[in-house]
């Protein structure tokens, strides 16, 4: 059992607010994941700058910024307690080559031109505060509480999992055949950092969407080639996506108003969200994708 969260903003009113609304979200997941919790927000900035999203694990900051600013001039750096944002001009292959033959303690969270990924271990409460989610602005987010079943409690074992570039995905149950697409997607060229079965979903729509498949049609691909029982919510630089498998044991309910629209495995996480008793609200029906922005 797991907290997937979610947040789309199809209009501009709430997006210095977007942090704040993200949080009361995962805060009220708590009871669903209390093992580890983690969000991506996208964000759009400069149009021509990738934004890297680092866990510097036991490295410390000042000797990365110091080492990392040698090797990537006109770089920038922001510190959100053991995670960066490195902000460069330079094409994701040369940066991830730098960080990996350098830093290999330095675990890359995801990258991109808009999305900023943070996760860590522990009480999700305890994670919102510790990169001060509440402060954060953007166009659109995705969140998760922890408990693990298949794989550790580490941070390389928490969600949200960015196989792609702005590409994340969030996952509630387990998905049984993840070895064997792990395998075949490996030789397609994919690296896992984990041995979660969430991250060879999301392995699985970085490669489709490398591929210039559709995120919708991707997922529609995804109920015939992934075996188990799951609700995702995946995001791209243009907005999110919900999908549950046929069966559809792992719940999900949709807040829908006029200025976003909210996901959540239970209503409880978007009780505090504002005009949400006027909102549309439904759950999503099985095997059917339900995308926005994309």
């Not at 675990?107 to 402060?135: A, H, R, T």
Request: with cysteine.
């Amino acid at each position: 059992m797991c907290g997937i969260v979610g947040i789309y903003l199809k209009t501009k009113k709430f997006e210095k607010n977007l942090g704040k609304m993200l949080s009361g979200m995962l805060n009220n997941m708590e009871s669903r994941g209390p093992d580890s919790a983690g969000f991506a927000i996208y964000k759009e900035e400069n149009e021509k700058n990738y934004k890297y999203s680092l866990c510097l694990n036991e490295l410390n900051f000042k000797d990365f910024k110091k080492e990392i600013s040698n090797k990537l001039s006109k770089s920038q750096i922001n510190q959100f307690s053991d995670h960066v944002i490195l902000k460069t001009f330079e094409k994701p292959n040369k940066v991830i080559d730098i960080i990996n033959l350098n830093f290999p303690e330095v675990s890359i969270v995801g990258y991109g031109k808009s999305i900023e990924i943070f996760k860590q271990v522990g009480n999700p409460k305890d994670v919102v505060k510790k990169f001060n989610l509440e402060s954060f602005c953007g166009t659109h987010g995705i969140g998760h509480t922890r408990m693990a079943t298949e794989s550790a409690i580490t941070t390389d074992g928490s969600h949200p999992y960015s196989t792609g570039e702005d590409e994340c995905l969030v996952h509630n149950g387990s998905l049984s055949n993840h070895n064997n697409l792990r395998r075949e997607l490996t030789k397609k060229g994919n690296i896992f950092n984990s041995e979660n079965d969430t991250e060879v979903a999301a392995g699985y729509v970085s490669n489709s969407l490398s591929n210039n498949k559709s995120l919708k049609d991707t997922l529609i691909s995804g109920l015939k080639d992934l075996d188990g029982f799951y609700t995702f919510i995946t995001g791209t630089r243009k907005g999110f996506a919900v999908v549950r498998d046929e069966i559809a044991c792992k719940p999900a309910v949709i807040a829908e108003t006029d200025n976003y629209v909210a996901i959540a495995s239970e209503f409880q996480a978007m009780a505090h969200l504002p005009g949400v008793n006027g909102a549309k609200i439904f759950e999503p029906e099985p095997g059917i994708v339900y995308s926005w922005g994309n």
